[in-house]
């Protein structure tokens, strides 16, 4: 859909009140229910349905009725409550034109109070080219289900926290001004695409830098998963800058050697083709930044020392677990022997104490009293027991005895039964188990009819 920003300043205050109120009802609504849109405006005199219907013309909001009377946003609904915020909060004054275009996002200049020029990146995931954004990207983690307004947003929360994060380590990558919703303002390149180029004086210099950036990246526990020829820019000075952030992993993820391969990939077939370079064993490493190679001069991931930093760890990357944080603090630390020791002697100090009590022959925490057992008879039962052994030794009265036994084990089955119905009644909350009187009532059924049939024939 196309940004048409001509339309936002004809929006007055109750039409944003009305998108807002739809945007806090898609949180667990797909399709929000008009009553519930009024009643979060709260506007006078009912004036949200006619909100409503000004806003559907602008195709800001989507109406649909088919299982009952909703609305839900559109992606244009979105950007204009997220330039409304950038406006308001003073980042951008002017939206200007759009610049780029790509599976998952639109990127449109804007201009600042002072003149700035700056880029403004909105994301739309869910377009019709690129639909499988769950299975390839996982922005949402351990959620089953979600809504793609809500994807773009985890989208540009993830790019905005690793362009600030590379930004601060040294990458040439943009500088994060802000991001809202799914929109990112980054300050605008002096370049061109690389893809675009089609000559360069230093093909072999360039080439070693991208190179080296894709090393750097996996230094710091980083993989870009899209280093091609449409995310690297580059100026008249044939200096490089990185864009496109949001599907970063970790070089803990599982399919990491596969992402990595695949960038180092990507870099050596369009520069063999588009500037005809040879790749032979030994390529001159020109920052110094890695020293593994494979055969053909390509970098080898396992032979990258991680020395550099744990961006993954800070960033929480795709692919990084709680027991890669717990490893890398043990590392930090330096206290994985002492801990491993630690725990071997405090297991032989507990073994060793217990065989000194089994050898002493103390069993005192095994002779330890037991609670309960005069609600549930045991005791009358023991000393029913041992009044029947005593009797059995007094041949006198064995069958006065035995009879007392007989009486004693009819009071334990009873005490016994009650605990159970207790318990029984216990786990039913207090609720009764028996039926009610009134719990089958026939109004007016077909049994009632029949019966009433059966009545009047035998009058007759």
Same mark, same amino acid.
Not at 347 to 356: F, I, L, P, Q, R
Not at 358 to 380: A, C, N, Q, W
Not at 430 to 456: P, V
């Given at each position: 859909m196309k940004l048409d920003v001509d339309v936002l300043r004809y929006l007055s205050k109750d039409d944003f009140r009305v998108l807002t109120a739809v945007e806090l009802g898609m949180r667990n609504h797909e399709i929000v229910p008009t009553e519930l849109i009024d009643r979060i405006a709260r506007l006078k005199h009912g004036g949200s349905y006619k909100v409503l219907k000004n806003l559907l013309k602008h195709k800001l909001l989507h109406h649909d009725s088919s299982k009952y009377d909703g609305f839900r946003l559109t992606y244009l609904g979105y950007d204009f409550l997220a330039i409304k915020t950038m406006v308001n909060k003073g980042v951008f004054v002017a939206v200007g034109r759009q610049i780029g275009v790509g599976k998952e996002s639109d990127i449109f200049e804007v201009a600042c109070e002072d003149g700035t020029v700056l880029a403004m990146k909105l994301h739309r995931l869910g377009r019709v080219s690129f639909r499988a954004v769950k299975s390839k990207r996982d922005y949402l983690r351990h959620r089953s289900t979600s809504n793609w307004l809500y994807l773009s947003r985890l989208a540009a929360l993830k790019e905005f926290a690793f362009m600030k994060a590379l930004e601060t380590h040294g990458f040439p990558v943009p500088n994060a001004v802000e991001h809202n919703r799914h929109c990112v303002v980054m300050s605008l390149v002096q370049g061109y695409?690389?893809?675009?180029?089609?000559?360069?004086? &230093?093909?072999?210099?360039?080439?070693?830098?991208?190179?080296?950036?894709?090393?750097?990246?996996?230094?710091?526990?980083?993989?870009? +998963?899209?280093?091609?020829?449409? &995310?690297?820019?580059?100026?008249?000075?044939?200096?490089?800058?990185?864009?496109?952030?949001?599907?970063?992993?970790?070089?803990?993820?599982?399919? @990491?050697?596969?992402?990595? *391969?695949?960038?180092?990939? +990507?870099?050596?077939?369009?520069?063999?083709?588009?500037?005809?370079?040879?790749?032979?064993?030994?390529?001159?490493?020109?920052?110094?930044?890695?020293?593994?190679?494979?055969?053909?001069?390509?970098? +080898?991931?396992? @032979?990258?020392?991680?020395?550099?930093?744990? #961006?993954?760890?800070?960033?929480?990357?795709?692919?990084?677990?709680?027991?890669?944080?717990?490893?890398?603090?043990?590392?930090?630390?330096?206290?994985?022997?002492?801990?491993?020791?630690?725990?071997?002697?405090? @297991?032989?100090?507990?073994?060793?104490?217990?065989?000194?009590?089994?050898?002493?022959?103390?069993?005192?925490?095994?002779?330890?009293?037991?609670?309960?057992?005069?609600? #549930?008879?045991?005791?009358?039962?023991?000393? @029913?027991?041992?009044?029947?052994?005593?009797?059995?030794? *007094?041949?006198?009265?064995?069958?006065?005895?035995n009879q007392n036994a007989m009486e004693n084990e009819a009071e334990l089955a009873k005490s016994l039964n009650k605990q159970r119905q207790r318990a029984i009644a216990t786990s039913h909350r207090g609720r009764k188990t028996f039926a009610s009187r009134n719990s089958y009532k026939d109004k007016g059924g077909r049994s009632s009819h029949n019966s009433k049939i059966q009545k009047q024939l035998s009058s007759w």
């Amino acid at each position: 859909m196309k940004l048409d920003v001509d339309v936002l300043r004809y929006l007055s205050k109750d039409d944003f009140r009305v998108l807002t109120a739809v945007e806090l009802g898609m949180r667990n609504h797909e399709i929000v229910p008009t009553e519930l849109i009024d009643r979060i405006a709260r506007l006078k005199h009912g004036g949200s349905y006619k909100v409503l219907k000004n806003l559907l013309k602008h195709k800001l909001l989507h109406h649909d009725s088919s299982k009952y009377d909703g609305f839900r946003l559109t992606y244009l609904g979105y950007d204009f409550l997220a330039i409304k915020t950038m406006v308001n909060k003073g980042v951008f004054v002017a939206v200007g034109r759009q610049i780029g275009v790509g599976k998952e996002s639109d990127i449109f200049e804007v201009a600042c109070e002072d003149g700035t020029v700056l880029a403004m990146k909105l994301h739309r995931l869910g377009r019709v080219s690129f639909r499988a954004v769950k299975s390839k990207r996982d922005y949402l983690r351990h959620r089953s289900t979600s809504n793609w307004l809500y994807l773009s947003r985890l989208a540009a929360l993830k790019e905005f926290a690793f362009m600030k994060a590379l930004e601060t380590h040294g990458f040439p990558v943009p500088n994060a001004v802000e991001h809202n919703r799914h929109c990112v303002v980054m300050s605008l390149v002096q370049g061109y695409p690389l893809v675009q180029v089609k000559q360069l004086e &230093n093909p072999e210099m360039v080439f070693e830098t991208i190179i080296g950036l894709v090393v750097r990246l996996a230094e710091h526990g980083l993989i870009h +998963c899209d280093f091609n020829e449409f &995310n690297i820019m580059i100026d008249n000075d044939e200096k490089i800058t990185m864009i496109d952030f949001p599907q970063m992993v970790s070089v803990s993820h599982r399919n @990491a050697q596969m992402y990595f *391969d695949r960038d180092v990939e +990507c870099v050596f077939k369009f520069f063999r083709k588009r500037f005809n370079l040879t790749f032979q064993e030994n390529i001159d490493d020109v920052d110094g930044s890695y020293k593994g190679r494979e055969e053909d001069g390509r970098p +080898c991931l396992s @032979a990258i020392d991680r020395s550099d930093g744990f #961006l993954d760890r800070e960033l929480a990357a795709s692919g990084f677990t709680r027991k890669n944080e717990k490893d890398i603090q043990r590392f930090i630390e330096g206290r994985a022997d002492s801990d491993t020791n630690s725990d071997s002697e405090g @297991a032989d100090s507990v073994e060793d104490v217990n065989e000194a009590n089994i050898k002493d022959g103390d069993f005192s925490h095994l002779l330890e009293p037991v609670d309960g057992l005069e609600s #549930l008879g045991i005791e009358e039962s023991y000393e @029913a027991g041992e009044r029947s052994t005593s009797d059995k030794e *007094d041949g006198s009265d064995k069958e006065e005895h035995n009879q007392n036994a007989m009486e004693n084990e009819a009071e334990l089955a009873k005490s016994l039964n009650k605990q159970r119905q207790r318990a029984i009644a216990t786990s039913h909350r207090g609720r009764k188990t028996f039926a009610s009187r009134n719990s089958y009532k026939d109004k007016g059924g077909r049994s009632s009819h029949n019966s009433k049939i059966q009545k009047q024939l035998s009058s007759w």
